[in-house]
């Protein structure tokens, strides 16, 4: 069994990974990027024991999945918004 987390950041997946992986992306965001100029963010990290590869493989699938659709309707919104073509 192995533990790993996944990590989301203003309530959206940004990350899964072992807790090296987490503290980098912890790092990077708030120390290395100043927090991208903003005023608060809200991380939260949520432990997962795992059998294998197999479900690793499923979350990171399903997780990174719902992160492209919610990036595709925004980048479409804004497309239409200014004209632009998809």
């Known amino acids: 069994m192995s533990t790993l987390y996944k990590c989301y950041l203003n ?3 940004y990350g899964f ?3 090296e992986y987490m503290k980098e ?3 990077d965001y708030v120390v290395l ?3 991208y100029g903003r005023d608060e963010v809200d991380f939260k ?3 997962e ?3 294998k590869n197999n ?3 499923e979350t990171i699938r399903k997780e990174v999945k719902k992160a492209l659709e919610e990036n595709a309707i925004r ?3 804004i497309n239409k918004r200014y004209g632009l073509k998809d």
Request: overall charge positive; aromatic content about 12%; cysteine-free.
């Open 25 to 27: 992306l912890f790092v």
């Open 11 to 13: 309530g959206k997946f």
């Open 55 to 57: 479900e690793y493989a």
């Open 45 to 47: 990290i949520i432990k």
């Open 17 to 19: 990974g072992n807790l």
């Open 49 to 51: 024991v795992r059998d």
């Open 75 to 77: 980048v479409a919104e």
């Open 33 to 35: 990027n100043r927090m």
